[in-house]
């Protein structure tokens, strides 16, 4: 059986809405942001902490491709797009992590 590799980029992202002043705001800008994001990227998003806090979100980001070096170029190009595109959204942190799942192909000899 062929092993088949497969990575998963994980990237976690601290932010902090300033102008925002209900979870409302927050949702709203929350919700754009994911839509946004998955569109252009097409990368899975979601709110993953400081559900009840308006000014602060917490987001996580993943793809999946086929290489370290392609996970960490979309990720890198997500963050760099939330910084650019998102000026009522300030990034406080992220982090990035690389997993890797090895798996055999069944439909190989």
């Known amino acids: ?6 990575t998963v980029g994980l990237c976690r992202v601290w932010l902090r809405l300033p102008e925002n002043h209900s979870l409302k705001d927050k949702r709203q800008v929350i919700k754009s942001l994911t839509a946004r994001l998955h569109n252009k990227f097409n990368v899975a998003v979601a709110e993953v902490d400081d559900h009840d806090r308006w000014q602060m979100a917490s ?3 993943s793809c999946v491709t086929n290489s370290d ?3 960490h170029q979309m990720l890198t190009a997500v963050v760099s797009f939330i910084q650019a595109q998102r000026l009522d959204a300030e990034i ?3 982090q ?3 997993m890797h799942a090895l798996s055999g192909n069944p439909f190989s000899d």
Request: charged share 15%; aromatic share 12%; glycine share 6%.
């Open 59 to 61: 987001l996580g980001i």
């Open 69 to 71: 070096r392609h996970a």
């Open 96 to 98: 990035f992590e690389v």
């Open 1 to 6: 059986m062929t092993s088949v590799s497969m």
């Open 92 to 94: 406080l942190d992220y």
